[in-house]
Nanobody, 115 residues
Framework: QVQLVESGGGLVQPGGSLRLSCTIT????????MGWYRQAPGKQRELVAR???????NYLGSVRGRFTISRENALNAVYLQMDNLKPEDTAVYYC?????????WGQGTQVTVSS
């Protein structure tokens, strides 16, 4: 069974940075397009960024230029570097395989952007 563990969230002031990490066990993440998702209170979960098998990346328009997704195959991990954070980035962030056959969701990591 695939397990996803997200970490790295926290409370940060507007304009600050955080680096989220996702470790995957039970699957070789490099075989898949991986995504970072977020869910804010009262809103649906949305895809923030995805990294394809060839390491090309796509971003939600509102985070493009501020967030960077990457992966470390040797560690079977996926990262999300978040810079110039805004209050509207506040949400629980999750990683998962992108597409129809997603794995069970992890617990996520809370990101709160507030002064």
């Amino acid at each position: 069974q695939v397990q996803l563990v997200e970490s790295g969230g926290g409370l940060v002031q507007p304009g600050g940075s955080l680096r989220l990490s996702c470790t995957i066990t039970g699957a070789i993440s490099n075989n898949y397009t991986m995504g970072w998702y977020r869910q804010a209170p009262g809103k649906q979960r949305e895809l923030v960024a995805r990294i394809l098998r060839g390491d090309a990346a796509n971003y939600l328009g509102s985070v493009r230029g501020r967030f960077t997704i990457s992966r470390e195959n040797a560690l079977n991990a996926v990262y999300l570097q978040m810079d110039n954070l805004k209050p509207e980035d506040t949400a629980v962030y999750y990683c998962n395989r992108w597409g129809m056959s997603q794995w069970s969701w992890g617990q996520g990591t809370q990101v709160t952007v507030s002064s």
